[in-house]
């Protein structure tokens, strides 16, 4: 059985930093794209950040450019997301994404594809 486990979430005061990292087991997503969503109270779930299975290309959401960096180990079956400078509208639970394809655009792009395997989501709480 398929597996993502989020860890890493926590409390944080604004402009500190905090690295999520999402495990995978039960099958390799090393040939595939893997990625970061966020849902806040009473808002949608959005894309953070996605990543290639080589990790050399990446994708950002704008709200996130210049302060997060998606990375992974391949050997560890683990996709990061490095979180720095956090304001208080981060504040969300983070849900880690994988598909066992490296199409980052159905990952992106569609969050029902049923091929897209999801976590259970950490939180962050950012406060003033």
């Known amino acids: 059985q398929v597996q993502l486990v989020e860890s890493g979430g926590g409390l944080v005061q604004a402009g500190g930093s905090l690295r999520l990292s999402c495990a995978a087991s039960?099958?390799?997503?090393?040939?595939?794209?893997m990625g970061w969503f966020r849902q806040a109270p009473g808002k949608e779930r959005e894309f953070v950040a996605a990543?290639?299975?080589?990790?050399?290309?990446?994708d950002y959401a704008d709200s996130v450019k210049g302060r997060c960096t998606i990375s992974r180990d391949n050997a560890k079956n683990t996709v990061y997301l490095e979180m720095n400078s956090l304001k208080p509208e981060d504040t969300a639970v983070y849900y880690c994404t994988a598909r066992f394809d490296n199409n980052m655009h159905a990952l992106v792009a569609s969050m029902s594809d049923k091929s897209n395997y999801w976590g259970q989501g950490t939180q962050v709480t950012v406060s003033l």
């Open positions: 990543i290639n299975w080589s990790g050399i290309n990446t």
């Open positions: 039960g099958r390799t997503f090393s040939s595939g794209a």
